[in-house]
């Protein structure tokens, strides 16, 4: 099953938080990359998971390319990768909405005519593994439910154990907990 992504080369329709377009689990997208000097286009898919488990986004593309997993609101880079052909990013997820997203990782392809340009992307998922932990999640209360990576991320910012569990809060946990795929 593939279908074709919806924004015409040279155009940044889909670019930006929440704009993604609907992509189902194992369905191949066909894509363009293309930057500018006055426009850098980052494709999103949004996908959808009912239960824990492991989140893979493949990107397939003659061109360097820079792939990520956010959170629905992209303020969280959950997976981060980058890379020639295929970069490949995974995340442990818990049930919710994310964000698949490829941008060319460098400037100036502007030729639309150009088939160099051109990508194909699969989002995979692999239920189980009882969730990732809260610790890569933002949420309301202060801490998280793994002890050590809260107290390194606590020691650092002591505002993640006393008010919320912020994008910051989170960040960090990805840098010194090792946590969030990759």
């Known amino acids: ?40 286009n980052d494709d999103a898919f949004s996908v959808d998971v009912a239960e824990a488990g492991v989140i893979t986004f493949t990107v397939h593309s003659e061109l360097p390319c820079v792939t990520s997993i956010t959170d629905a609101a992209c303020t969280v880079a959950l997976a981060e990768g980058a890379g020639e052909c295929p970069s ?59 002890p050590a990576c809260e107290t390194a991320v606590c020691e650092f910012n002591p505002l993640c154990c006393k008010v919320e569990w912020d994008a910051d809060c989170v960040a960090s946990a990805l840098d010194l907990c090792g946590g969030g795929g990759g």
């Open 1 to 40: 099953d593939s279908a074709e992504e919806s924004e015409p080369c040279g155009e940044a329709n889909t670019n930006g938080c929440g704009a993604g377009e609907p992509l189902a689990f194992d369905q191949t997208v066909c894509g363009t990359l293309y930057a500018s000097i006055d426009l850098q």
């Open 88 to 146: 490949v990013v995974s995340v442990q997820v818990n049930p919710g909405s994310y964000q698949c997203r490829v941008a060319l990782n460098l400037f100036s392809v502007d030729d639309c005519a150009n088939d160099a340009n051109k990508y194909y992307a699969v989002a995979t998922f692999e239920p189980g593994g009882g969730g990732g932990s809260n610790c890569f999640e933002v949420h309301p209360e202060p801490g998280c439910d793994d």
